[in-house]
């Protein structure tokens, strides 16, 4: 009787490691899948900097007011050496970097494409705003991420501010515009000479 008592316990002390191990490993698991892979966070990360400088090019192009101007040419600027440097970080590492834009982007660029003066300045500026508020969330989640590279927690760690910068200038570029569109009155167009205290920018930024 004592030899089956004590072979029953030993059955139920397996039972309870075997448990807490498949319990440990399902965690592991879930905070893996939880997490961006790096390769995905380089190719969104990319493609994001490829749309920035294509639309930033067609803001300075077909864009009526200054302001509108002014931040498509930091978008050309800041986001060409944002993509120097995430292909830095990817040849490094051995990742493939995209060299075009996907679909979505690529849909969108062409319906900028057909607009132009206020209607582009219009749509231009709320596809900003709504890109930038999705890029810093991002960025931001990948530089506290405990699983990400560490190359790209960095790029992440020094990018997502100017992103934040991006999103607050075009942000009161919008809020510049709505006022201007209930007062009566057009946007600065690009041949008026802004004073420093009429520039919706703020200081120059490094950057996606």
């Known amino acids: 009787?004592?030899?089956l008592a004590i072979l029953f316990l030993s059955i139920c002390t397996a039972a309870v490691g075997q448990n807490t191990s498949s319990g440990s490993s399902t965690k592991k698991s879930s905070a893996k899948a939880g997490a961006i892979p790096d390769a995905q966070f380089v190719t969104k990360a990319a493609q994001g900097n490829l749309a920035e400088v294509a639309?930033?090019?067609?803001a300075t192009e077909k864009g009526q007011s200054e302001d509108v101007k002014k931040f498509g040419?930091?978008?050309?600027d800041d986001h060409s050496k944002?993509?120097?440097d995430l292909e830095g970080i990817a040849s490094k590492n051995n990742?493939?970097?995209p060299k075009d834009v996907s679909t979505e982007q690529k849909a969108e660029q062409q319906k900028l494409e057909k607009l132009s003066g206020a209607a582009f300045d219009r749509a231009y500026v709320q596809m900003m705003v709504k890109d930038h508020t999705k890029d810093v969330a991002e960025f931001k989640k990948e530089a506290a991420s405990t699983s990400a590279n560490s190359d790209l927690k960095d790029f992440a760690t020094r990018t997502y501010p100017t992103l934040e910068d991006h999103l607050t200038q075009i942000k009161a570029i919008h809020d510049s515009m709505n006022k201007s569109s209930k007062n009566g009155k057009a946007p600065a167009k690009s041949n008026k000479k802004n004073t420093s205290g009429e520039t919706s920018g703020g200081a120059g930024l490094h950057l996606i």
Do not use: D, F, Y
């Open 1 to 3: 009787m004592r030899l």
């Open 55 to 58: 639309l930033g090019k067609l």
């Open 73 to 76: 040419q930091k978008m050309v």
């Open 82 to 84: 944002a993509q120097e």
């Open 95 to 97: 990742w493939n970097v």
